[in-house]
């Protein structure tokens, strides 16, 4: 027998093999409709960096009535994007997440304020009346910190209330509500931020503990796509996943595209604020900020003493 030619054999067949292995998919649900605060993502699945690591994903836009963390928890979707304080309370309820890996070092949700209001700071928000999520807690945050007492109107979404009205507040997204009162024909409003008061959450990726126990080398694959997209969105050509956007949701346009993406990076969103900040940073996690986060929410009565642990986030899918 020829073992040269054996070996030779076998080789082939395994390289056949290989090259024949259909790429895993795998299924991310976003938290808002495609928008530059997604330009990770879509520049990832554009230049072809989940494909490189054996992976075929689907991005599925979200809105309003997105239900990330219901699909994340039943299996409809692998990945899903949240913030991580919504997401600790989820968890101190038995759902069964895992946070994986961060979108943004500070979670751009804040406050939104009429150009011309008398609110400076956020001891100015004494007695007033905020259009906001009921319960929201960095408004809970606020009000222990600030000894404030304020009225809070449901948020609808909708920035109408900047047009005509110097009182307005509202819980806005640093990133993109801002354009759209401009363009509506209002001023640039001022913007009352989570990291300004001392309130660091995270933006986060979330997954199902068991697709985390059953999948991880296809999670640490798509850490690493992922990564790079948002590296690559940020510091080079954006316009694969602006054409992509485009395509997943026809409002983008060039220019509302091109003002997101520079608040993203002036207020280094993706790659982090403190001195720590940078590329490297993309993606990462840190422990300390957790029991922090953790800490302020059972000081706040959200969380129950010892109810969520450190266990409620991982580094174990990131890269080393």
């Known amino acids: 027998m020829n073992f040269r030619l054996l070996s030779f054999a076998s ?23 495609a928008e530059p605060e997604h330009g990770g993502f879509y520049q990832a699945q554009a230049k072809g960096f989940f494909s490189d690591e054996g992976l075929d994903v689907t991005l599925i ?12 928890a039943t299996g409809k979707a692998d990945i899903g994007q949240a913030d991580d304080i919504g997401t600790l ?19 751009p949700a804040g406050i939104l304020v009429h150009a011309d209001s008398s609110v400076r700071k ?25 000894q404030l007492k304020v009225n809070v109107i449901a948020q609808n979404f909708s920035s109408a209330a900047f047009l005509g009205n110097k009182e307005a507040l509202q819980q806005g997204y640093f990133i993109a509500e801002p ?50 997209g948002w590296r690559d969105y940020l510091e080079g050509d954006p316009t694969p996943a602006h054409e ?18 520079k608040m993203i990076i002036d207020e280094k969103l993706v790659t982090g604020r403190d001195a ?17 986060q953790i800490s302020v929410l059972e000081d706040l009565g959200l969380l129950a003493k010892g109810k969520v642990t450190a266990a409620a986030m991982t580094t174990e899918f990131l890269p080393k």
């Open 61 to 72: 836009p979200g809105g309003p009535g997105a239900h990330v963390m219901p699909s994340v």
């Open 122 to 146: 956020f001891e100015d928000l004494q007695g007033k009346t905020i259009v906001a999520r009921p319960g929201w807690p960095f408004l809970e945050f606020l009000k222990k910190k600030y």
């Open 276 to 292: 720590s900040g940078g590329s490297a940073q993309i993606g990462r996690l840190d422990p300390a900020r957790y029991a922090t």
């Open 11 to 33: 080789l082939l067949v395994a390289s056949l093999v290989a090259a024949e292995k259909k790429p895993f998919k795998l299924t991310v649900q976003l938290d808002w409709v």
């Open 179 to 228: 354009y759209h009162i401009v363009t509506a024909g209002g001023k640039m409003p001022r913007f009352l931020s989570t990291w300004d008061a001392g309130f660091r959450g995270y933006a986060v990726l979330i997954t199902n503990k068991k697709f985390a126990r059953e999948h991880p080398a296809e999670l640490r694959a798509f850490t690493r796509a992922y990564i790079r």
């Open 89 to 107: 309370l989820q968890q101190a309820e038995g759902l069964p997440f895992v946070q994986f890996a961060a979108v943004f070092q500070d979670d």
């Open 244 to 261: 992509a956007l485009k395509k997943a949701n026809a409002t983008n346009t060039d220019a509302f595209m091109a003002f997101s993406r």
